[in-house]
C-alpha cells in the first residue's frame, strides 16, 4: 500500500523560504517510472501543479513558479522536499504531495495516491 | 497547454444521478482527463481515467460501479448513480500535457457536488 505525508511549518512570514517534505512508503524512488508530485490548493480554489522529480532526478516545474521552486529526493529516507522562495500571502494554501507512475501506454493516473495535505499560512 | 473548465457546482437528490462536465479548450480534443474526488479536509482521490472512448485504464482504488465516464468532442464527463451522501464532494479534472517525462500537469476549477 501507497502512502504519502507532507510535513513542514504552518505558518512562515513573507519573503521567507519555505521547505517541505513528502515522506512516503509502499515503492521506492529508485524504482524506474516511478515519481512524486507537489500540488497545491488555496482555501476554496483551484488546485495547482507545483512540481515533479522522478527516479531518475529529471525534474519538472510549474512554469509560473519555476524560478521560485526546487524539488530535491532522498531516496535513502523515502522523501521529497519541496522549497519556495519569497513567500507571499497568496501563497497561503495546502500543500500536497501524489505518486505518479509512468505508463507507456498512458493508461496511468497523473497522480495517484495523494497525502492528506498540510495547511501552510503566510502571514506577518 | 490545456485550459479545462468546470461548472462551480452541482446538485442531485439522493438516490439519483448526476453527471459532471469537463471542458477542454480547444485543439485539445484527443486529450485524456483525470477526475478526482475530495471530501472536506481530505487528499484528492483518483476516480478514472478518461478519453474519448471513455475509460482509460483500470477505476481507482475502491471506487463504486455507480461512477462511470464517458468522452466527447472537447468534454469529459463523469456520471454517478444512485447518488449517496458520501457522494458529495469536490470533483476535479486535470490533465497532463506533454507527453513521458515531459510534463505539466493542470487541473479545472473544481465542481462542488452537493447531495440534496
Known amino acids: 500500500q501507497i502512502t504519502l505525508k507532507e510535513s513542514g511549518p504552518p505558518l512562515v512570514k513573507p519573503t521567507q523560504t519555505l521547505t517541505l517534505t513528502c515522506t512516503f512508503s509502499?515503492?521506492?524512488?529508485?524504482?524506474?517510472?516511478?515519481?512524486v508530485g507537489w500540488i497545491r490548493q488555496p482555501p476554496g480554489k483551484a488546485l495547482e501543479w507545483l512540481a515533479l522529480?522522478?527516479?531518475?532526478?529529471?525534474?519538472r516545474y510549474s512554469p509560473s513558479l519555476k524560478t521560485r521552486l526546487t524539488i530535491t529526493k532522498d531516496t535513502s529516507k523515502n522523501q521529497v522536499v519541496l522549497t519556495m522562495t519569497n513567500m507571499d500571502p497568496v501563497d497561503t494554501a495546502t500543500y500536497f504531495c501524489?505518486?505518479?507512475?509512468?505508463?507507456?501506454?498512458?493508461?496511468?493516473?497523473?497522480?495517484?495516491?495523494w497525502g492528506q495535505g498540510t495547511l501552510v499560512t503566510v502571514s506577518s | 497547454q490545456p485550459v479545462l473548465t468546470q461548472p462551480p457546482s452541482a446538485s442531485a437528490s439522493l438516490g439519483a444521478s448526476v453527471t459532471l462536465t469537463c471542458t477542454l479548450s480547444?485543439?485539445?480534443?484527443?486529450?485524456?482527463v483525470d477526475w478526482y474526488q475530495q471530501r472536506p479536509g481530505k487528499g484528492p482521490r483518483f476516480v478514472m481515467r478518461?478519453?474519448?472512448?471513455?475509460?482509460?485504464?483500470s477505476k481507482g482504488d475502491g471506487i463504486p460501479d455507480r461512477f462511470s465516464v464517458l468522452g466527447s468532442g472537447l468534454n469529459r464527463y463523469l456520471t454517478i448513480k444512485n447518488i449517496q451522501e458520501e457522494d458529495e464532494s469536490d470533483y476535479h479534472c486535470?490533465?497532463?500535457?506533454?507527453?513521458?517525462?515531459?510534463?505539466?500537469?493542470?487541473f479545472g476549477g473544481g465542481t462542488k457536488l452537493t447531495v440534496l
Open positions: 501524489a505518486h505518479r507512475r509512468l505508463c507507456s501506454s498512458g493508461d496511468c493516473a497523473m497522480f495517484d495516491p
Open positions: 509502499g515503492f521506492s524512488l529508485s524504482t524506474s517510472g516511478l515519481g
Open positions: 522529480i522522478y527516479w531518475d532526478d529529471d525534474k
Open positions: 480547444s485543439g485539445y480534443s484527443n486529450y485524456k
Open positions: 478518461v478519453g474519448t472512448g471513455g475509460i482509460v485504464g
Open positions: 486535470g490533465a497532463d500535457h506533454g507527453s513521458g517525462s515531459n510534463f505539466v500537469g493542470v
